[in-house]
């Protein structure tokens, strides 16, 4: 009997994705290969959320509800009585803006931390706290700060102005809302370009002495979401802080916001680190251009959808520029 010998099959591609000397947490020096192609459907995802997103259902489906929930009360209608009751509102309002169009970036800075938990019991526990820690410092610094100058100057902001938007023109509302939140977009967008090896990483010196430091701004970033917020229960307790004239009240109550805008998103980082973070770390130490390909399209979907919503679909909602795809329901 004559023994047939079957072909060889191809050789595996286990060529190695283009690597270099990491720089910091945003960028670990592993490129994969198609990043062209990941930029575009990176982009390309940020513009679909803008076209099927529905502020009204988050801002008021969502947002309203969880207030008035955990308030017990009705959140627009019960004016804020006494600088205990706005502390509390402040908290629970950035809570129930989790998942509002100008805090949805904030789930971005997650991306680069995921599968840190690893080593012992005890480590794998405190592990993920520290990055939690390094953000919230860049956080608080901006919230508090931001939020003494309401107390001190608010009335005066353009935050204050309740001047209704008409079609055609932009209320001074809106103008601050478009350069924050279209600064933010574009850095977020160019953060995801440098984890990719396309720019250079802004913190690589930095980074060398400062490890942490992309955190911190991270943090900051995200807590320079409510220089120009719309958010009406936001709008609420900035106006709230701004009559004051009390510039502690106003940095408690803005540092409290912005703790507020991130629990849910803390919790589920740190439930995603305990149970599978060990998993997570394993996968990414086989390809270590994994972590650089979600990172990289957790900020530029973040970006291009906060520039994209608030820069664009903006000017569109004001009839200043003709048209921009939506979603019916959007």
Known sequence: MTQTHRSPRPPVDLRPDSAGAGTSTFVNGHFPRRRALIVLLSVLGGFLLTVVWSAEFVDQTIGDNV????????????????IAAGIVF????????TFTACNIAAFGAIAPLTGTAAGSRLHRF??????????????????????????????????????????????????????VFGLIGLVMVYLGLASLGIVADPFARIARRFPNAPMVFMGALIAGFLIGRPFPLFRQMFRDAAE?????????????????????????????????????????????SRLAVLTAVAFIVAGAFTFLYWDVRLLARREIIPWYPLAPWA
């Open 244 to 288: 004051s004239g009390n510039p502690l009240y106003g940095a408690a109550a803005f540092t409290l916001q912005s703790l507020g805008n991130i629990v849910i998103m803390a919790v589920l980082f740190l439930l995603l680190a305990w149970l599978a973070g060990s998993r997570l770390q394993r996968w990414f130490a086989e390809r270590p």
């Open 67 to 82: 207030a008035n929930t955990l308030l017990g009360h009705d959140a627009k209608e019960t004016p804020i009585q006494g």
């Open 126 to 179: 405190a592990q993920p706290l520290k990055p939690l820690g390094w953000m919230s410092v860049g956080m608080i610094a901006v919230s508090a700060t931001y939020g003494a100058i309401v107390g001190l100057v608010g009335t005066a902001m353009p935050q204050f102005s309740t001047a209704p938007t008409t079609p055609g023109g932009l209320s001074p509302r809106s103008i601050q809302s478009m350069v």
């Open 90 to 97: 402040a908290f629970v309002s950035g809570i129930a803006g």
